[in-house]
């Protein structure tokens, strides 16, 4: 009882203090301000330094010091709450954006369970024979991760919804109505574009849904989501972005219209909180698509016991469990990371679309094409 | 493990319907009254489940199932009634819908 | 033991938050605090072993349909003075007379049922009650036709909000 | 399909009045702004008629059976309420063209959610399940909800179309916690198990009664049917003593919400407003339809689910609630008619006068348990009530115009004259609401009282509470005769005030003329629908000693979920 309390309190503190939250707060600095300087064609932070350590006193470090200046910067600042605003709720507010985007990691796979046995590998799965399998690599294993987050992250709307109310702005509370708009109307096709990738693993447990994009199709094509489920693919990264509120959808927040949107009111830690709940969530993204879409912690043609070419029993590279366990968990993040970085591509490459544009978007080609996508799909796992 | 009796589920449902009733009767913003209908229903959903739970039938699973999906609907008809009352009203108050006498 | 905490805590947290619901000025605060009664429901179902209805509970009420009520607040803009008055405290005593009466008779009548015998629950549950599976199961064969009763049901929603709601024709 | 428990055919009604609706919708996303959407009704029209067609002709008649794993009965009852519901929505649609022409607000959505809203009261009728019974229900109230606000550029549409939802939806947050209540006395929301485990072990507590017990072995068949994970032993374990409270809570609340649903007092003071506010043409079809619905399902839950003896009359049973009721409604609905200025709500306090003698069959047939065939006046009743309300509410559409409504008595000054046809189509629908020769509504009024009475003739105790009731019934119709009266007084008797513009659009008329027609043929030669009613109402499915037996359906297939990979 004590140890499974212990280990889970161990699992969360990995996870979100090791995983992504560095992760989230290193992409303010390198997506959003070196990867932009670079596609702007200019040099980006440089300035900062860490002189008090000696030797890295001249370096530029590619502006991470910048990030340490910035957090200082937030820390010290003036926490300012506008005239008419709701004392409170302008407290409570960043608990309430950044609560949805750390509990939603709680159901994310990094690795298959523990095996405490010996691994066999069967017909493209690990199967544990003479030892139990031990929940390690992931929060919790719901049956209905998938539910699991998109009830999470239907919730992470009242965060930027109350922000703009609670603000007494007007910038404030359109950014908020937007928001609310938006994640309202984006929720329907994420949901729906991924309906088909259920239908095919049929499951909502997002360990399993790694576990079988194991499959070779044809003992070569990895049966990864992004295989089978190519549209659907492209509808939930841009629904995903949506619900995020990244660029190009970052109506909530558009400056050259409402200056900050629902957070313009918020000031130091408040504002950075929010910021952080949004790089965190937009990592959670990268996590998500990369456990539906990318195969999860799955290298192709790696299994427990090594690499097998084919649906063979015996490994043609064998390695050791901990090896396999370390390559997965690295291509978990690297596919997570590829994500991240596909999103600040397209963030800093695609000029950000009109209010109406980003409804019609949601309403009238990605709902279509996902309904499409599943009848389809549908069809086919009939037929099959 | 499942030691606690059915009866206090149902207590508990009992108390948030009455709730919901009061909050109906009470309050004259219509907003808040509907959502003291959904109270009601979310009591309903409770006492299918605590049921569901004691008959070991998935029936009272499935009929919450129903009930969410009408509270769906009827959230989106109720809140644009409201909406269109408001632009006829420029207020929420019921006692101010008060066209028609009696 | 540990269950009857989890009960008493979610419990409170329901009756509570939804008590702050018809207590609260303001029709956000009241929207928020439903939200957080609707989670204490959801803990509540788990308990029931309902995770399944758990999780549409959050995703529903809590995802959907309660962004909708606080959608409708934002776009209606309701400030203070438009927040209504106290109501005749007579009123108020009444109702909530009435309303405790037909509390009690209510629980009186649990009080029978559950009286009469150790009404705990079921002890032969399958380990499956209540997850996706079985739902899912019986969504699509004895419940084939109130679920496709119900898609007809949320269509009537869209096409009666929006012929309400919208501004002209 | 081969597979009797998923029979298609079964629910073709709902699927062709649901398939028209969105039909409907399809065809108005490709409308011009400005085109004229009367076509639409005619559409709408076609599609009730095509329901009706198809619920007659595709189901054999006289056999019952439960479809959908004993989701839903499709027998005599279900076909005869399908075809009331379905002239009842072709009426509203023939008369709502020229009104909603009128009030800028023709748009084919109407015709749409009206068709939606038959389909679920052809479900309602037709369920056999609570969960399909509820879902019915929402599907025919959320739709007239938006139908009453539809003119929503009127104040009055919009108030009357939210107090009407807030009634509903406290309504039926009521009859889910009945539902769920009587769920937990019974461990079903089957009305047929329920009315088994009613009849059984709920109300005869822990007798360890012999027959009690076979009936809940039946009760678990029915249960197994459906696929629940459910043994004998569990079912019999469920109920018993200390359920009967949970029982009576449960029932109770259920009529109450239909009380709501039916407006009867004590629970009618929604429909004055509504029906004053709401677009003519729909608050005939909430009036008449809307309330035929509603009795009919109740007719079918109360003579199915609680028809034991222990509940029908004896300790707790519901004869006392609807003898109440029928009393109330008839007295309160009829004065208070007595002194309203507004026909439409005079027209809803009759209205709620009318739902207090449908009541009367109610208490008839519960007083004199058993023999249900009793009721079948109810379902004449129905069909006269609802043809000369929907044709009254169509004069009154069709004389109203935009601006110039024809609310008050005194609109219809001289009318009788200036439009004779017209004026003799609303005196025949008048005559009928009033219950005088040779309009059906005498007819109507007449079965029921004398199944009343003949309940009575029996003897017992409280018969004579009956002979009371149909007397109260009798003294305050002759009563209401006062008011309907004044409306001929007003169309004959009094000098038109105000010119009344010729009316363009034709269907309108014809749908007065219909319906004049129909009230004077059922007035005239009842003995066919007389007959059918009868035959409806004695062969209803699901009743314990009906022609149906729940137990027989073989429990169902079990498609193990698809799978691609496993």
């Known amino acids: ?137 992931s929060i919790a294993n719901l049956d209905a991760g998938l539910l699991y987050v998109f009830a999470i992250s239907g919730v992470s709307v009242y965060g930027a919804a109350i922000a703009g109310w609670a603000s007494n702005a007007k910038y404030s509370l359109i950014g908020g109505l937007r928001s609310s708009a938006q994640m309202i109307s984006y929720e329907v096709s994420m ?81 950075a909180v ?64 590829f994500i991240l970085w596909l999103q600040f591509m397209l963030r800093w490459t695609l000029p950000r679309f009109r209010y109406d544009q980003v409804m019609n978007l949601g309403w009238k080609i990605f709902l279509p094409l996902s309904l499409a996508n599943l009848v389809i799909t549908a069809f086919v796992v009939a037929i099959l | 493990m499942f030691g606690i009796p059915i009866g206090w589920y149902l207590t508990l449902s009992a108390a948030l319907f009455v709730l919901g009733a009061i909050g109906l009767v009470l309050r004259r913003n219509a907003i808040v009254m509907f959502m003291c209908i959904e109270i009601m229903l979310n009591a309903v959903n409770l006492t299918f489940i605590a049921f569901a739970r004691y008959h070991n039938d998935l029936g009272g699973h499935l009929f919450v199932f129903m009930v969410i999906a009408v509270a769906a609907a009827e959230a989106g008809i109720g809140l644009a009634l409201i909406v269109n009352v408001y632009r006829h009203r420029r207020s929420l108050n019921v006692d101010d819908i008060n066209l028609m006498q009696g | 033991m540990a269950e009857t905490i989890f009960f008493i805590v979610f419990a409170l947290g329901a009756l509570g938050f939804s008590a702050a619901v018809l207590i609260a000025k303001n029709p956000i605060n009241s929207a928020v605090m439903l939200v957080c009664s609707f989670f204490c429901l959801a803990g509540i179902y788990v308990m029931l072993s309902a995770t399944f209805m758990a999780v549409i509970q959050i995703l529903v009420y809590a995802g959907a349909i309660m962004v909708l009520f606080i959608f409708v607040l934002m776009l209606l803009n309701i400030r203070d003075d438009e927040i209504e008055a106290p109501r005749l405290s007579i009123h108020q005593g009444i109702a909530i007379l009435a309303g405790t009466g037909i509390f009690f008779t209510i629980a009186l009548s649990i009080a029978a049922w559950s009286g009469s015998s150790s009404r705990v629950a079921h002890d032969t549950m399958s380990d499956t009650f209540g997850t996706v599976e079985p739902i899912g199961d019986q969504l699509i064969t004895s419940y084939v036709l109130p679920f496709e009763m119900a898609a007809i049901l949320l269509l009537v929603g869209i096409v009666g909000a929006v012929v309400v709601a919208k501004k002209r024709f | 399909m081969g597979n009797p428990a998923f029979d298609i055919l079964s629910i073709l009604p709902f699927a062709v009045a649901c398939s028209f609706g969105m039909l409907i919708l399809l065809l108005e996303v490709f409308q011009r702004q400005t ?310 709500r005079m027209l809803a306090y009759s209205s709620v006068a009318h739902a207090g003698y449908m009541l009367v069959a109610f208490t008839a047939v519960g007083f004199r348990g058993g023999d249900i065939s009793m009721g079948s006046g109810l379902v004449f009743y129905l069909f006269a009530y609802t043809i000369a309300t929907i044709g009254a509410f169509g004069v009154l559409s069709w004389l109203g115009s935009r601006g110039m409504p024809c609310d008050n008595f005194e609109d219809l000054d001289g009318v009788g004259y200036r439009y004779p046809w017209i004026g003799l189509a609303m005196s025949i629908f008048m005559l009928s609401a009033a219950g005088i020769p040779p309009a059906a509504g005498f007819i109507g009024k007449f079965l029921v009282f004398k199944s009343a009475v003949a309940a009575s003739a029996a003897g017992g105790p409280g018969s004579g509470l009956l002979i009371f009731l149909v007397v109260t019934g009798i003294l305050v119709s002759v009563a209401g005769v006062y008011y309907y009266l004044r409306v001929i007084v007003h169309l004959y008797m009094k000098k038109a005030t105000r010119e009344v513009p010729e009316m363009p659009y034709g269907a309108a008329r014809w749908a007065i003329v219909i319906c004049a027609v129909l009230t004077l043929a059922l007035g005239v030669l009842p003995g066919k629908l007389v007959n059918s009613s009868e035959q409806a109402v004695g062969q209803m499915a699901g009743r314990a000693d009906g022609v149906y037996q729940q137990s027989a359906e073989a429990p169902l297939p079990t498609p193990g979920g698809i799978r691609l990979i496993r």
């Open chain 1, 191 to 271: 949901a729906l574009s991924v309906a088909g990738a259920i239908l095919i693993y049929g499951t909502l447990n997002l360990n399993e849904m790694v576990v079988q994009q194991g499959h070779l199709i044809g003992g070569w094509l990895p049966m990864w989501g992004i295989v089978v489920q190519p549209l659907a693919f492209f509808i939930f990264l841009g629904a995903m972005m949506a619900e995020t509120k990244r660029a190009p959808f970052d109506m909530p927040e558009g400056e050259s219209e409402i200056v900050a949107g629902y957070f313009t009111e918020f000031s130091s830690m408040k504002f």
């Open chain 1, 1 to 137: 009882m004590l140890t499974d309390i212990l280990l889970i309190l161990l699992k969360i503190v990995a996870v979100v203090l090791l995983f992504a939250m560095p992760i989230g707060s290193l992409m303010t600095l390198l997506g959003d301000r070196k990867q932009s300087s670079m596609i702007q064609n200019r040099v980006g932070p440089n300035r900062a330094r860490l002189s008090i350590i000696p030797g890295l006193g001249r370096l530029p470090l590619v502006g991470i010091p910048h990030f340490l200046a910035d957090g200082l910067k937030m820390i010290f600042k003036e926490d300012a709450i506008p005239d008419g605003a709701d004392r409170t709720w302008h407290n409570i507010v960043p608990a309430m954006a950044l609560f949805p985007a750390i509990v939603m990691w709680a159901v994310i796979p990094f690795h298959d369970h523990y095996c405490t046995g010996e691994i066999v590998v069967q017909n493209y799965r690990d199967i544990c024979v003479e030892g139990q399998t031990r929940n390690f690599f």
């Open chain 4, 35 to 344: 085109a004229s959407r009367s076509y639409l009704a005619g559409i709408a029209v076609v599609g009730f008629l095509l329901t009706a067609f198809v619920s007659g002709s595709f189901l054999p008649t006289g056999t019952a059976r439960a479809t959908f794993g004993g989701m839903a009965w499709i027998d005599g009852y279900t076909q005869i309420f399908t075809s009331l519901f379905c002239l009842a929505g072709a009426l509203t649609a023939m008369i709502a063209p020229r009104y909603l022409q009128e009030h800028g607000a023709d748009r084919g959505e109407f015709y749409a959610l009206l068709l939606f809203s038959v389909a679920g009261m052809i479900m309602m009728v037709a369920a056999a399940d609570l969960v399909v019974f509820f879902v019915a229900l929402e599907i025919m109230s959320i739709a007239v909800y938006a139908l009453a606000a539809y003119t929503r550029r009127s104040k009055l549409s919009s108030e009357a179309g939210f107090k009407y939802f807030v009634l509903g939806a406290f309504a039926s947050a009521i009859l889910l916690y009945g539902i769920a209540l009587v769920y937990g006395a019974t461990g079903t929301t089957n009305l047929a198990a329920i009315g088994q485990a009613f009849g059984g072990d709920v109300a005869r507590g822990a007798t360890g009664d012999a027959a009690a017990m076979s009936t809940l072995a039946q009760n678990a068949i029915v249960a197994a049917a459906r696929g629940a994970d459910v043994s004998v032993a569990a079912v019999i374990g469920n109920t018993g003593a200390g359920a009967v409270p949970l029982a009576i809570l449960g029932a109770t609340l259920i009529l109450i919400a239909f009380s709501f649903k039916i407006a009867a007092v004590p629970f009618h003071m929604w429909a004055p407003d509504a029906y004053t506010g709401a677009p003519t043409p729909v608050v005939g079809f909430m009036a008449a339809a809307v309330k035929a619905a509603g009795v009919a399902a109740l007719f079918r839950v109360v003579s199915v689910a609680l028809f034991s003896d222990s509940f029908r009359g004896g300790e707790y049973g519901w004869v006392q609630i609807f003898f109440a009721l029928a009393l109330l409604s008839m007295v309160v609905g009829n004065l208070v008619a007595l002194v309203q200025g507004n026909i439409k």
């Open chain 1, 274 to 337: 929010i910021q952080l709940s949004e790089y965190v969530a937009t990592v959670f993204v990268g996590a998500l698509i990369a456990t539906i879409f990318l195969g999860g912690w799955q290298v192709p043609y790696l299994y427990g016991d090594g690499f097998h070419f084919g649906n063979t029993p015996t490994a043609a590279l064998e390695l050791p469990y901990w090896a396999v366990i370390a390559l997965r968990i690295g291509a978990f993040s690297f596919k997570t990371i």
